[in-house]
């Protein structure tokens, strides 16, 4: 619950364990037949490990750079020019952000980091990590997700 997680490109891909028996390829560098079929691997992808598959969940978003799972299902995420940014349970990106903060960026600046507290469930703090203008450039934002 609440692990932070590093975005590195423009979408957001759900990684998850596949249990079936059967295998649709293996891994280039444990033995055996090559890469895995195109219809395990989206095109974003050059490798996927065995055991896991990928399905898009939000693309064309404006740089995000870290997520967060609440306790309902709900994704949070960061875009580096000062959005927090909700895909639904459903899978549906929100077109109202959860928040927007003016944010200074350029180079390692921007809106950095989220995370949310041990005790969501009962106060639903959302902390970010923002870098502002001011004295007082980088700072630990808390929110209250209402």
């Known amino acids: 619950m609440g692990r932070i997680l590093s975005l590195a490109s423009l979408t ?5 364990v596949s249990c079936s ?3 649709s390829g293996s891994s280039g560098g444990g033995g055996g037949g ?13 490798y996927l490990e065995p055991g896991f598959s990928a399905e898009l ?8 750079v870290k997520m ?9 995420f960061t875009e580096l020019g000062g959005q927090i940014r909700v895909i639904d349970v459903d899978g ?7 928040a927007t903060i003016t944010v200074v960026t350029g180079g390692e600046r921007g809106l950095l980091g989220i ?5 969501y469930t009962s106060n639903s703090y959302v902390y970010v990590v923002a870098c502002v203008s001011g ?10 997700d209402v």
């Open 135 to 144: 004295p007082d450039r980088q700072q630990v934002i808390r929110f209250t």
């Open 115 to 119: 995370a949310i507290s041990p005790g």
């Open 57 to 64: 969940v939000a693309g064309s978003l404006n740089m995000p």
């Open 92 to 98: 549906t990106l929100l077109t109202t952000p959860f």
């Open 68 to 76: 967060v799972q609440t306790p309902d299902g709900r994704i949070l």
């Open 12 to 16: 957001i891909v759900c990684l998850a």
């Open 34 to 46: 090559g890469p895995p079929g195109p219809e395990t691997v989206p095109s974003e992808f050059t």
């Open 21 to 23: 028996s059967g295998s």
